[in-house]
């Protein structure tokens, strides 16, 4: 008689890029499926894909197939595409689908996911609170299609949100051609993840780039083929209209089961929600620690919750995230993470911030340390910076007491003890060396090389041994050391 | 008289002339030959000093019981002092109480002896080698991405036409000075944590230096894959027409679009895109090559880390076309030899797999033998130490051409381990650290005192000539392993102490096999014609593999859908930092030679710690002063010398040091699930000033 336990059932709801990773982690930890038996259904019909590079299929950079996320082939684990979930019953324990059929779960996982907000604003939906003509979101592949099939080379196009993904949208449509304006209501672009004096610089990239940036200004009307109405009663002109503004999370289904809902499902370190059998991931989640709208922290997330359901690590916590922006716009290297400066508000006297502002260069870099310990960043084309502090913070290690080599990076000449003396690495042979082969005789290449070995290692030296050689034969005298 | 032969030391296998001076030592001059161009390091410059080191063991030495001091005896008291105590292993605990330790040093004569003498004269399954340390998990990834493993599957002549080499945790510039010549013209990418000659002399030449957080290579490369299919250079006919799967694999890589990699990585976005960027332009023109090395081989994930980049030259149409390709730099001088004749724990002559019933029927009849009386496969090289002495475990172990109380990984347990022994025999030339610890010692022949064949990085088999003859009292490999053989009742034509006849019977052995040697004679080798295999008896060499198929039943190559797994060891707050070992340019591995010649030892008397200057000034480290490296399994001492090029998060030391300054004192044997390799490259580790010892 068999007396292991039958595997534990699991349900994901969502087959996003955090639904995904979830049943991928699974299958990892348990490729033989005698732990669980996982099901994971999604409203899409396309197998899951990295949402992240959408902007990169505008720019034309990847195809959709070239985006698409890997499926698992354990049997145990089921994916099915282009079915919703309508209901659950955490009683019964059953997820109704739409195609009228229903699972069975242990334990449940809500990876709903986000929905792009349109603004309640002129023009730009329909009746139905659909995007109205000439207008899309861009959250999903079926957007990005839209997006496609509105712009053309050469024709303008309004970006409605100068965030990261309004930013990168604008770089990916000046790749096909576009006259881009991004349109922002805040004081200045990406104003949740850098200060003021960075995003003036940023923008004036983004301009060099044929980008028109219109921020602190208000739209108030979409006009179909025209464009876009601003406060101060400008029009934006755009054959189309692409909203970035903001996501808001898949609460519903949770909501209508009875559980805790605030902007999302709310969860604790266990990713479990206000029901104990019942979990979420990812951006329909609200954890205390935030990060939701990031990639990095859903996928943590799906990788504790997966060592938890599957038994493999029980006691895996999620302890919330550091999150880190990384733009994605070819020609920009924008990094930003934790704490935004605040000309006004940064009063503790413990905050160090080093600062480098460099409008001409289009660069613009700030560090904020406490306790030597990095607390946030703006780096604005310090590529090799980026990737050390980003290490430096997402490990809680401590800076470098030169802050301003740090932002250099790594120096690119080879340390000074390789480059005094010695000629020859591989046989040891420095410049004294040499020299005294010559005093004693040695005229020729070859003649040093018998002596002293130089050259007859990689032969790398061959040149530097032959310049030695004709500056010896000009010295008159002997030629001295030092 | 002059004698043409090789180096003894790396896979390079530089030629060498050795010419006796009057007072019968012997000097050495370099030889015109591909690999080496005429050049040498100082290590081949320097390597007939061994020969004559005033501690050469000329006599056997046995303790004759654990507390008793190592005493000489002569050759006949140790073997049947041996004999008699393996015979009453068997008879009490069966043939598996008894292994066998090998090595990549090892000519394949003797691999393949030592292979036979461990199944056959003690039926033991119980054998494997330290190559695996070296080049298993490259091994294992180019076996089920190709069907079969050749180091170099082209001349190394090849490379110095190419556009772009990427080298991945390859550091030649110091462990194999005179490839560099080959790499002169083309661009290199270098993956390395550090910023090592290798990766200085890239920058000089107008290439990249990536340095990747050690344990994120697998991550790199899959970022690789991604940037150079989203640049459009991807060879889709090549992936159409000469592989399969490479959909999953792709899939996995879209995962690690550069901006993401980054943050793991800590290279930055920019670099991985420049990078794919010349590699895939090189690429285009058929002329470029990936080549990986121990950095990236040795870890927990190496296996999949090969993968990873064998993935990336498969989608770039690299491999089996002339002028591009994958390759792995084999490290020991006979690492590529002595992984095909059967002294690892699952394999056969011929690079057969021991399970595999028309291969045992094959060495059978070689062997004159019952196929079923050869044992099945055993335990792996780290495996196979630590169970030494544990009940289930082995209770003598006999080490040729090793010393793995320097090589292995946590040295504490090795210790633990040999020390538990009933018999631990060692047969080298000089009392190395584990023989120190041994109940017998045999004093052995050293390299140019005794012929036989090598299989260098290309897979090109070379002779290796006798120069000199050993000093009396010292006997050969194969006559130990003859007078073993005979004591345990085997006859002696079954362990010819003469190599050709040795190697007569291995080309018997191989022949079938995927590593077929039997075309390759005393005749031809002594011709120095290019002999690569496989060289089935009567067909020319192959010089280049793949060129028409892979060796696969289909024919094609395989993608291997990898992804990402965490070390082993995470830093925690007692250990903040990664230590990461590996070779410099003075020595050579445990430094059981190296440390015996006087240029070499007293140019790198003591272990050196390569650290960040902040790095160092947080830990109260100064320049020359001495530093504790601290893991959770040990301590080891290193002298610190500041490198401002440094990773913040990753010091080094070099493993050519024993005791208070080993390594391996810090490492784990965690291991690859698939290779067996353990993870060498990556301790959490924290820093202490030391005093001075």
Not at chain 1, 320 to 330: D, E, I
Not at chain 1, 457 to 481: F, I, K, R, W, Y
């Amino acid at each position: 008689m068999n007396t292991s336990p039958s595997p534990r059932r699991i349900v994901v709801i969502g087959n996003g890029m955090v639904g995904a990773r979830m049943a991928q982690e699974t299958a990892r930890l348990d490729p033989q499926g005698t732990r669980v038996h996982l099901d994971l259904v999604g409203t899409e019909h396309h197998p899951s894909y990295n949402r992240v590079l959408l902007p990169s299929v505008l720019a034309g950079t990847h195809t959709p197939e070239q985006i698409r996320l890997p499926v698992p082939d354990t049997p145990t684990i089921n994916v099915r595409t282009g079915v919703s979930a309508t209901h659950i019953d955490t009683t019964q324990r059953e997820v109704d689908l739409d195609d009228g059929t229903h699972l069975r779960f242990d334990e449940l996982v809500l990876a709903t996911g986000a929905r792009a907000v349109l603004p309640p604003l002129a023009g730009v939906t329909t009746p139905d609170g659909r995007p109205a003509q000439g207008v899309s979101t861009l959250r999903d592949l079926a957007d990005c299609q839209r997006v496609l099939s509105l712009v053309r080379p050469g024709a303008p196009v309004v970006i409605l949100g100068g965030g990261v993904l309004g930013l990168e949208t604008a770089r990916g449509l000046i790749e096909r051609g576009a006259r881009v304006s991004v349109v922002e209501s805040s004081p200045w672009i990406m104003r949740r993840q850098i200060d003021q004096e960075a995003a003036h610089i940023l923008a004036r990239r983004y301009e060099e780039l044929g980008v028109s940036v219109h921020t602190w200004r208000v739209a108030t009307r979409w006009i179909p083929d025209t464009g876009l109405e601003l406060d101060d009663a400008r029009l934006v002109p755009g054959e189309a209209l692409v909203v970035t503004a903001g996501v808001r999370a898949n609460t519903e289904l949770a909501q209508q089961a009875g559980i805790e809902v605030d902007h999302g499902i709310v969860i604790d370190d266990h990713l479990t929600t206000s029901h104990s059998r019942v979990h979420a991931i990812g951006d329909c989640a609200q954890h205390p620690g935030g990060g939701a709208g990031l990639v990095h922290p859903g996928w943590e997330q799906a990788s504790v919750l997966a060592r938890r359901l599957s038994g493999t690590e029980p006691g895996a916590r999620y302890r919330g995230a550091r999150p880190l922006t990384r733009l994605k716009a070819q020609g920009i290297e924008l990094t930003a993470f934790g704490h935004v400066h605040d000309p006004q508000g940064d009063q503790d006297p413990h905050l160090e911030t080093l600062t480098i502002s460099d409008p001409a260069q289009g660069r613009y870099l700030r560090l904020s340390v406490r306790d030597q310990r990095l607390v946030g960043a703006t780096l604005l084309g310090f590529p090799q910076a980026a990737a050390t502090l980003s290490q430096l913070y997402d490990t809680g290690a401590p800076v470098p007491a030169d802050r301003l080599a740090l932002a250099q990076g790594p120096p690119t000449a080879p340390p000074e003890q390789n480059t005094t003396t010695l000629v020859c690495r591989c046989n040891a042979v420095d410049r004294e060396d040499i020299e005294q082969a010559w005093l004693d005789g040695a005229r020729t290449r070859q003649a040093i090389a018998d002596r002293t070995r130089a050259t007859t290692g990689c032969g790398g030296c061959v040149p530097d041994l032959d310049a030695l050689l004709e500056q010896m034969s000009h010295t008159p005298t002997a030629p001295t050391t030092g | 008289m002059t004698t043409r032969t090789h180096c003894p030391y790396c896979a390079l296998q530089c030629a060498m002339d050795l010419t006796p001076t009057p007072q019968g030592r012997l000097t050495v001059s370099p030889a015109p030959f591909p690999t080496n161009r005429g050049g040498l390091c100082r290590k081949g410059w320097t390597s007939t000093e061994v020969l004559t080191t005033p501690d050469r063991l000329t006599r056997p030495l046995l303790r004759q019981h654990r507390d008793a001091p190592l005493t000489e005896v002569d050759w006949d008291t140790a073997l049947d002092h041996i004999a008699e105590q393996l015979l009453k292993l068997r008879t009490h605990l069966g043939p598996d109480s008894v292994a066998v330790f090998g090595s990549g040093a090892l000519t394949n004569e003797k691999a393949y002896l030592l292979g036979k003498f461990a199944r056959l004269a003690l039926g033991t399954s119980q054998i494997d080698y330290n190559g695996r340390f070296c080049m298993s998990s490259a091994a294992a990834a180019r076996n089920r991405a190709f069907g079969l493993d050749r180091g170099l599957p082209f001349p190394l002549t090849d490379l110095a036409c190419a556009q772009v080499v990427l080298l991945a945790g390859a550091n030649p510039a110091e462990t194999m000075p005179p490839m560099m010549g080959h790499l002169s013209a083309p661009r290199l990418i270098v993956i390395d944590p550090r910023r090592t000659a290798t990766a200085q002399t890239a920058l000089d030449q107008g290439g990249l230096h990536l340095a990747p957080r050690p344990g994120t290579d697998l991550v790199l490369a899959l970022s690789l894959l991604h940037t150079v299919g989203t640049q459009g250079h991807l060879d889709q006919d090549y992936i159409d027409q000469r592989t399969h799967g490479f959909e999953p694999a792709w899939e996995q890589a879209t995962a690690w679009w550069p901006e993401h990699a980054e943050l793991l990585t800590g290279v930055p976005a920019a670099q991985i895109h420049a990078a794919a960027d010349l590699l895939g332009q090189a690429a285009r023109d058929h002329s470029a090559y990936i080549l990986t090395g121990r950095g990236t081989e040795q870890h927990t994930t190496g296996t999949d880390t090969v993968s990873a980049w064998i993935n990336l030259a498969l989608a770039l149409g690299l491999p089996g076309r002339p002028g591009s390709g994958y390759g792995c730099i084999t490290g020991q001088g006979n690492g590529q030899g002595g992984r095909e004749h059967g002294q690892k724990a699952d394999q056969l002559p011929g690079y057969r797999r021991i399970d595999d019933p028309d291969a045992r029927a094959h060495i059978a009849r070689v062997w004159d033998t019952d196929p079923q009386d050869l044992p099945g496969p055993g335990r792996s090289a780290v495996e196979l130490l630590n169970a030494l002495g544990t009940p289930n475990g082995p209770r003598a172990l006999l080490t040729f051409g090793s010393n793995p109380a320097v090589s292995a990984p946590h040295t504490f347990r090795t210790h633990q381990r040999l020390a538990a022994l009933d018999l631990l025999v060692v047969a080298d030339f000089v009392l190395s650290q584990t023989a120190a610890m041994a109940h017998v010692v045999l004093p052995v022949a050293q390299w140019a005192e005794e012929s036989g064949t090598m299989t260098n990085l290309e897979g090109r088999v070379l002779r290796r000539r006798r120069a000199t003859t050993p000093p009396p009292g010292v006997r050969t490999d194969l006559e130990v392993l003859q007078g073993l053989a005979t004591r345990l009742g085997q006859p002696a034509h079954r362990f010819p102490t003469d190599p050709d006849t040795a190697l007569t019977e291995l080309g018997a052995a191989s022949a079938g096999g995927m590593a077929d040697y039997s075309g390759i004679t005393p005749q031809r080798l002594a011709c120095d014609q290019p002999l690569y295999w496989p060289m089935p008896q009567n067909d020319p060499p192959t010089p280049r593999l793949f060129l028409e198929s892979f060796a696969h039943p289909d024919q094609r190559a395989r993608f291997i859908a990898v992804s990402h797994r965490p070390p082993a060891e995470a830093p925690d707050p007692h250990h903040p930092l990664i230590a990461t070992t590996g070779r410099i340019m003075g020595h050579y591995q445990t430094g059981a030679q190296t440390h015996r010649v006087d240029q070499l030892r007293t140019a790198e008397p003591v272990a050196h710690l390569e650290v960040h200057p902040d790095t160092a000034a947080r830990a109260g480290l100064t320049d020359e002063g001495w530093a504790h490296l601290t893991s959770p399994r040990g301590t080891t001492l290193a002298r610190v010398r500041l490198d401002p090029t440094a990773r913040l998060d990753t010091v080094f030391v070099p493993f050519h040091y024993a005791h208070a300054q080993a390594a391996n004192n810090l490492t784990s044997s965690a291991l690859d699930p698939t290779s067996h390799m353990p993870e060498f490259k990556l301790s959490a580790v924290r820093l202490e000033p030391a005093p001075p010892p």
